[in-house]
């Protein structure tokens, strides 16, 4: 069952490998990787709730363009908190979709000793640097270099994901090599009894800022949107108001994908406790699977990127 | 025992397949089909593509210059070589079977992008010279993003039409296109199904 349950983890997770998103308007040469056409079937009602979802994004996004002119002619305060609460529910919703790090995030807090304080402060820093990734960009791109959008589709943003891809791999061989010397080559039989009191010492330790940077660095096309619709109508403040919105409502959806990841880990790992050899290996797997996916996952980016 | 981490497999299964089922798209387009005939069969289908308003705004602020809400002739050109011509690579995101068999878009013909209120709107032809006899020929038609950065959805008004079909009995019918699910299969394509051969004369 344990095996199984494993087994189960990586596939899903590995399944997940690959999604990565460029505006194909822009964005030179059809990623094979990009296109996932399968002929898995799901019950009716699964299909219904996708496509009430996708409905809703639509919608909301409309909402989004068509309050902020309302809003720049009137400065109506119940149509900007009507505004706020719009953008902050469309960030929930949309960080729900592929992007955006979580398969990153996921394998992060699989393969480290983690709090569930812990995943909610990476979810909102990742989400943070994410959006003050867009802002930084729009604005140099529109106010500095008085570039265009489809020109930052180009060199620009293959520059920074380049460098993103390439730090994620690095975090990941970092965090593989870590995992065999600190856990495999070090570990003795008789400390594998502490071990796991020995992590939540050290996690606390742990600096969230770097992963989060390292993550997050590549930005949030949502909030690029945004911010170059507001820049469109005047409104650039509002823009950077809204994506900040958004933000924390993608920082919603990326904490709890944290904390219930590792949560799941925690609880899997509790309840083989009277077991503490196989607490150990599995413990031990889960990190070294973790690192290994991000690893991976980096330089699949990173090539794809490059070639 | 056994069963707490069942649950707890079930929640983290469910909550991966989350993150890859629910969509993500930046770009909504509303997209309508107009089948045009000729003396010979089907010569072609004109698209016409509703950008949504948000993603109007970044084109119309890169590319109608001097600012009058028009595309002119030149803008249109930029608009063509700097967000359009790249769909080539992505086939134009269309996907179009003539009696089950793929057809590759090689080129598309008169593109045009205008701006309407704060929507832009872009049309396109795509030549298929598909010649038409008594045996009836079905046509399958869909337009979706498979890598789903774009959501494309017909439009509510007509998004089907035909034209110069006098000499052809044709009917239509939007249908689920199960075979080409994406995002994990948890996204159908709708595609249009058009069938149609000469009338007895």
């Not at chain 1, 219904?48 to 109506?76: C, F, G, P, T, Y």
């Not at chain 1, 958004?246 to 790992?269: E, N, Q, Y």
Request: charged share 20%.
């Amino acid at each position: 069952m344990n095996k199984l349950a494993l087994c189960i983890i990586i596939l899903i997770t590995l399944g997940n490998i690959g999604i990565a998103q460029d505006n194909p308007f822009f964005t030179k040469n059809a990623p094979e990787e990009n296109k996932q056409i399968t002929s898995a079937q799901f019950p009716g009602f699964i299909q219904m709730i996708v496509n009430e979802i996708n409905n809703l994004q639509r919608e909301l996004n409309a909402s989004l363009s068509v309050l902020s002119r309302k809003i720049n002619r009137e400065h109506d305060f119940g149509v900007f908190f009507l505004l706020l609460g719009i953008a902050l529910i469309y960030g929930i919703i949309h960080a729900l979709g592929p992007g955006h790090g979580k398969i990153i995030i996921i394998s992060y807090t699989l393969s480290n000793p983690m709090k569930a304080k812990q995943g909610i402060w990476l979810g909102i820093l990742i989400s943070a640097i994410h959006t003050l990734s867009a802002i930084i960009l729009v604005s140099i791109l529109y106010f500095i270099l008085k570039s265009t959008y489809s020109n930052y589709s180009q060199e620009p943003k293959k520059i920074i994901s380049l460098v993103s891809y390439g730090l994620i791999a690095g975090m990941g061989a970092f965090l593989l090599i870590n995992t065999i010397v600190r856990d495999i080559l070090k570990l003795k039989k008789n400390e594998a009894d502490s071990k796991l009191k020995v992590e939540l010492k050290q996690h606390r330790k742990q600096k969230l800022i770097l992963p989060a940077l390292i993550i997050g660095l590549v930005p949030c096309e949502g909030a690029i949107l945004i911010l170059i619709f507001s820049i469109s109508i005047n409104s650039y403040w509002l823009g950077i108001v809204l994506a900040g919105a958004m933000s924390v409502g993608m920082a919603l959806t990326i904490s709890i994908i944290g904390i219930i990841t590792i949560w799941s880990k925690k609880g899997a790992l509790k309840l083989l406790s009277a077991k503490t050899g196989v607490v150990r290996i599995i413990s031990t797997t889960i990190q070294v699977i973790g690192a290994t996916v991000i690893l991976i996952f980096g330089l699949l980016l990173f090539f794809s990127k490059i070639i | 025992m056994k069963i707490y981490l069942k649950k707890f497999l079930i929640l983290f299964t469910f909550l991966i397949l989350n993150a890859s089922a629910f969509g993500h798209p930046h770009v909504f387009i509303e997209n309508a089909f107009t089948f045009v005939f000729d003396d010979t069969g089907l010569a072609g289908i004109r698209i016409k593509w509703i950008l949504d308003e948000m993603f109007s705004a970044s084109i119309i602020m890169d590319y109608d210059w001097n600012n009058n809400k028009i595309f002119e002739e030149k803008e249109i050109k930029a608009v063509e070589r700097g967000a359009f011509i790249n769909l080539k690579n992505f086939n134009y995101f269309m996907h179009i079977t003539a009696n089950n068999s793929d057809l590759k878009i090689s080129y598309v013909t008169g593109f045009k992008a205008e701006i309407f209120g704060d929507r832009v709107v872009y049309y396109f032809f795509i030549p298929l010279n598909i010649k038409v006899e008594s045996i009836k020929k079905i046509l399958g038609a869909g337009c979706y993003d498979n890598t789903y950065f774009c959501d494309i959805a017909y439009s509510k008004a007509d998004p089907v039409k035909l034209e110069n079909a006098s000499l052809y009995e044709c009917s239509w019918d939007i249908v689920d296109d199960k075979k080409n699910a994406y995002w994990a299969g948890f996204i159908i394509p709708k595609i249009i199904l058009l069938q149609f051969r000469k009338k007895n004369e």
